[in-house]
């Protein structure tokens, strides 16, 4: 059943009645009416009545009129206003510059701007390396989109992927301190988004791709890693896989099991799905099978692209012939990046003993939770109302605060092998359970762990720059 969601909050004023039983009346109207209330103010009061905020969490806009409703069909209560909350949070964006610097006088002027700014330009028109570390290339990312595949909306074009990329860079800011601004194309051309995200990279010290969708996103990113010196990460593919795999690990360890010896099946064949494929096989795993509508692919079979084509080669070796239900029977594992309700509560029974189950897709699953905990050991979602959610925040912030620290020109795969493994051992083995197989994304060991394992990596492959982390000297006459 479903539950009030804070996604859905919202804020209604009331006219009360200024009575004593007034509040609890009104709190139990709303309760009735199925609303969880978060918070109740008195902000005016009268001889006559008192007004009223009360916050609460719906289940959606139909149901928030509902609530409305039953307030006002009660005598003596009359709703002022109602408010959305995710709505107001939203309003004017979610971003802003601040600068970093004071300019309180003309001495402060002349080195802020001109005429002092001359020559740090000329510093780095010397030696254009030295932009990360004079300007706000050293700590800034792009966040690009052209709204193509936003969330589970699909395409809905740039203005409307706004709001999304203005919250990713919420996100990096604040679990890792790195400074993100959203880049949203008005063009789904390949080679125009290519030629775009190349003239502004001189001001960024990477490139997040974001709700691109597929297969031109896997040709966008090969080509910008490709012709770019600052790393490229498209986090629908690989954000996903490393905390997939970051989950997995954790959840072998509960189970007894190990990634060489598991049945794995994949359901979803896409960016998500095979960046996970890959992130797995770079991890040990030995034994997948990549599910898509039509079923199994199976090797020595020709594919509609060559990322289909790749999954077609390099999984099921065995050259199991089926649908997805039909790969299910023996499984260790099942990892879903698909469609809502493509298994039932059989299926999973018909999984090998202590089975694995992420079902991510969202915000509806390929299987219910609580139906899959009826027979695999650990169930996973996307979803943030029930344990072990699957959250690319876990891993984004803290890999490109890796990335920029270390001054790095890629990823590479065993950069992103040692994120999921980074994010996993913040789990310790005292905390590791069933229900707890993933930490939280409030966790605060999670970035620094991943950030310091990603630098490592860079600087060991030789990945990374040499930068300056102090002050120079730059005297041009």
């Known amino acids: ?29 709303v ?14 009061a009268s001889h006559e009545s008192n007004i009223i905020n009360l916050a609460c969490n719906t289940l959606g806009k139909v149901h928030s009129q509902q609530v409305r409703d039953a307030i006002e069909a009660q005598e003596g209560f009359k709703v002022l206003s109602l408010s959305d909350r995710t709505f107001h949070m939203h309003q004017g964006g979610k971003l802003q510059t601040v600068s970093k610097v004071n300019v309180r006088n003309r001495d402060d002027l002349s080195r802020a701007y001109t005429p002092g700014v001359a020559r740090v330009c000329k510093a780095i028109a010397k ?6 570390e004079l300007t706000i290339k050293r700590n800034t990312i792009a966040v690009v989109t052209d709204g193509t595949a936003v969330l589970g909306l699909g395409d809905i074009g740039p203005e409307a992927s706004m709001p999304v990329m203005e919250g990713k860079a919420v996100l990096f800011k604040q679990f890792a301190n790195v400074d993100a601004w959203p880049v949203a194309l008005d063009t789904k051309d390949t080679d125009e988004i290519v030629a775009i995200v190349k003239a502004l990279a001189p001001a960024y010290g990477g490139i997040n791709l974001e709700d691109i969708s597929a297969p031109r996103c896997f040709e966008i990113e090969a080509r910008l890693r490709e012709e770019l010196d600052i790393p490229v990460f498209h986090d629908d593919q690989h954000g996903t896989a490393i905390v997939t795999q970051a989950a997995l690990n954790n959840a072998l360890k509960v189970v007894g099991k190990d990634i060489a010896d598991v049945r794995i099946v994949v359901s979803g064949v896409g960016a998500a799905g095979h960046a996970i494929i890959r992130l797995l096989q770079a991890s ?9 509508r039509d079923g199994v692919l199976e090797p020595n079979t020709t594919q509609r692209d060559e990322h289909r084509q790749w999954l077609a080669d390099n999984t099921n070796q065995a050259g199991f012939s089926g649908s997805l239900k039909e790969a299910m029977v023996g499984a260790d594992v099942f990892i879903g990046v698909s469609a809502p309700n493509l298994l039932d509560e ?7 003993d202590d089975a ?19 027979h695999a050991a650990v169930v996973a979602t996307g979803r943030s109302d029930f344990p072990n959610q699957i959250n690319n925040v876990l891993a984004f912030p803290g890999l490109f605060r890796g990335l920029l620290d270390a001054g790095a020109s890629d990823i590479t795969e065993d950069m992103l092998v040692a994120a999921a493994d980074a994010i996993s051992e ?22 620094p762990a991943v950030a310091e394992a990603v630098a490592e990596v860079a600087q060991r492959n030789g990945n990374a720059a040499n930068l300056v982390t102090g002050t120079q000297d730059d005297i041009d006459f």
């Open 31 to 44: 309760a009735e009416a199925g609303a969880a209330i978060t918070a109740l103010d008195i902000v005016d």
């Open 284 to 292: 040990g795993a030995q034994h997948i099978l990549a599910a898509g």
């Open 1 to 29: 059943m479903a539950t009030p969601s804070p996604g859905y909050s919202i804020i209604v004023k009331v006219q009360a009645p200024s009575t004593f039983t007034a509040t609890s009346d009104l709190t139990a109207l």
């Open 346 to 352: 059989t299926d999973i029974a018909s999984m090998n």
């Open 356 to 374: 694995i189950v992420f079902a991510m897709a969202n915000p509806d699953p390929e299987i219910l939770p609580t139906e899959a905990s009826k």
């Open 127 to 132: 030696d254009t390396a030295r932009a990360r």
């Open 426 to 447: 913040t789990i310790t083995e005292d905390e590791l359970n069933p229900s707890y197989v993933i930490p939280s994304v409030f966790n605060t060991r999670v970035a």
